[in-house]
């Protein structure tokens, strides 16, 4: 479940962070609704945010036939397509023991163009994880629609999670330093759904949207 | 107040989001506790999460010496950091026209080292930001502590912000579908704080995270 990582995957700093499980793995991306696209191209180093969602061992991407990263991407190029939450703020009594608690991944590979054949199956699965069941809602994507949308796939092989959680961890001199010290959480978390018309019936994942 | 692009930070698809305001790229920052820092090394591209915080017009991030990315950040190597903030999930009435709100900056340019000498004021500002007045409250860095991290600053010069809010936009023909449309709002909201032991008084900010 752990494979050795490649130079490049491998943690070094605060190595005690690093994950290399396929289902840290897989539990980072699939409470993503985004990454961070890193890639080069002849006017530099780009990282930009991207949809990303999965299935298998596969991440998957998209966008418009147009997109500079998307052409950049699809030329066989190497990325690396990164994930992180954050989850609070780690106030310890030391300045420099103050961290964040945080489940990162980063991925590392070559994408592949998806067949057109595929591409709806695949759309339709980014469409579920947004709201399950809506693909069957949702008109689909027209012929026009689907040919002008690039999808990529980036296989999950080799990659790092890197996860911090829990309280500050001070140097034992510290402890007893008068400073309140602990953890701020922090979650991305729903607020009311902002319906755009009347409708009826409310789906389920609006109303369990919160 | 909104410089003209460079080759690199001019958006090109979707442009009509694109924003090169300073101001807007500054409420970015500064809603920001992490960018993810794109570089290139000999093993490839990177996207790396990292802690950010603004001081006047420079984006600092900092790390430990041993730190990969920022030995190869101080080496005068082109990076990009980027900030994206997830505002919800934009649900149209065709899928080809869902979306997401959010709010992106992408800086470009090359690091510089803080001088020993600025790093205290420059961490203070880091402290400060997770908790107002918290730098004067936890210990400060001592020699060895500071020398062991080092400061990073990127000019706030070239940029590209990418902001999308507001409902779905669909298409005339499909207005009267009978879909559920509107957004699914998000927010990196704070939760109830856990102290690591009891301290009183408990600090302002503290009481304020929720």
Redesign the interface.
Known sequence: MCPAPT??TRV??QAERADYDRDTLYAIVDAA??C?????DD???????M?CWRIGDQLYLH??N???MLKHAVGGA?????I?H?D??V??????N?T?N?R?A?I?GVCERVADADKPAV??AL?DK??PG??R??????AQ?LAA?TVLRLPLHEFACKVRQG??EDDAD?LA?????????????????????D?EP??D??RA?R
């Open positions: 130079a490049r070094r700093r609704h985004l961070h696209l890193a890639f080069a006017t530099g180093v780009h990282a930009l945010p949809a966008g418009s147009g997109s500079r190497q990325v690396c397509a990164t992180t954050l609070g703020l106030l310890a009594r030391s300045a420099f103050h964040m945080y990162s980063a590392y759309l339709d469409m947004l709201a809506r693909s809602q949702a008109r689909p994507g027209n629609e949308t309280g500050p510290d330093l008068p400073v309140w010290a602990g953890v701020l959480p922090l979650r991305l978390a729903p607020q009311p759904a902002q319906a755009d018309s409708f409310t789906p994942y609006v949207w």
